[in-house]
């Protein structure tokens, strides 16, 4: 019978680009069934990772020559960088797919804002994208990459598209004590969510069970406006509610970034995940976790 050292070293690599909050949440569900390489950019964390069950590299994804190292490395990868903060192309998963074996199997993390604005519509993963600012231009363009990456090497895909990311400690509690205003309710935009544990689960799901080359929306059943949102939090922490403007008057106080987000109005159907990868999501709406901490 072999060893515990050797049966971990004969396990499968797989590979985590860029093990932030997610990533680490990824970390107890994965390092049972794979040895497990997560890239950091910051040296400072690798005690961090290897604390958690990973073995830490140092790369950075705007730097070639820093990822040589990890050429080949695993066929299991998942995807969790973001964009570079600026420009229209992503430069750092161009960088990445130069590394990668061929037939590997990745989940690569996206964002729902490659759709833009869609009037609050409700949809699944037919609609084509059309995204209205650089952020989401940048995405549209790393998903892009990876399609043609995955073409030319034989890859198996699959994309997940997310909207924001809430948990306990992933809350706008900063902004309800700045008293940032949130829009009247004939301005308000539909905002989609998903708890940061569900999403690392959707991975994993993804990661084994996906059908190659497919989008899925990784996004819980909540249906609301961003400012309900807003006021749902503030009533779970007994905070004041955010003051209300006209949209007119609210693009003079808040941030163009800021107004970015609550200038896009869309509702995404999750019926792919449920039906395909078999999720049942441990929070199905942002009120289950908020029920949770109003009764402690």
């Known amino acids: 019978m072999k060893n515990l050292k050797n049966h971990k070293i004969d396990r499968p690599r797989l590979l985590i680009v860029g093990c932030g909050d997610v990533g680490m949440r990824l970390l107890p569900l994965l390092r049972g069934r794979f040895r497990v390489f997560a890239t950091t950019s910051q040296q400072e964390r690798c005690a961090e990772l290897r604390a958690a069950g990973a073995v830490p590299l140092v790369a950075n994804l705007d730097d070639p020559a820093s990822l040589r190292r990890l050429t080949g490395l695993a066929r299991w990868v998942i995807h969790l ?39 609050g519509a409700l949809f699944d993963e037919s609609r084509p994208v059309a995204p209205r600012n650089a952020r989401a231009l940048r995405r549209v363009d790393a998903e ?5 990456w995955a073409t030319r090497s034989g890859a198996a895909l699959s994309i997940l598209r997310v ?24 301005d308000d935009v539909y905002t ?3 708890h940061a544990d569900d999403l690392a689960a959707i991975i994993v799901r993804a990661l084994f069970g996906a ?17 309900h949102y807003f006021e749902a939090v503030a009533d779970a922490f007994q905070m ?6 006209p949209r007119a008057e609210l693009q003079q106080v808040v941030t163009p970034a800021l ?7 869309r509702r995404l159907r999750n019926g792919r995940i449920k039906r395909e990868l078999g999720v049942r999501l441990r929070y199905p709406t942002v009120g289950s976790l908020l029920g949770l901490l109003r009764n402690r």
Do not use: W
């Not at 990311?165 to 949130?182: F, H, M, N, S, W």
């Open 81 to 119: 960088a973001p964009p570079p903060a600026d420009g229209v192309l992503d430069s750092r998963t161009r960088h990445l797919t130069a590394i990668l074996p061929e037939q590997a199997r990745m989940v690569y993390v996206s964002t729902t804002g490659v759709y833009g604005d869609c009037g």
């Open 144 to 148: 892009r990459t990876l399609r043609r």
């Open 163 to 186: 909207p924001g990311i809430y948990a306990e400690d992933r809350l706008p509690l900063k902004r309800l004590q700045q008293g940032t205003p949130a829009l009247v309710e004939a």
């Open 192 to 194: 989609n969510h998903i």
């Open 211 to 227: 059908l190659p080359n497919r989008i899925y929306h990784a996004v819980d059943d909540s249906d609301m406006k961003m400012a």
């Open 240 to 245: 004041s509610r955010p003051p209300r403007l």
């Open 259 to 265: 107004l970015s987000f609550m200038s896009e109005s």
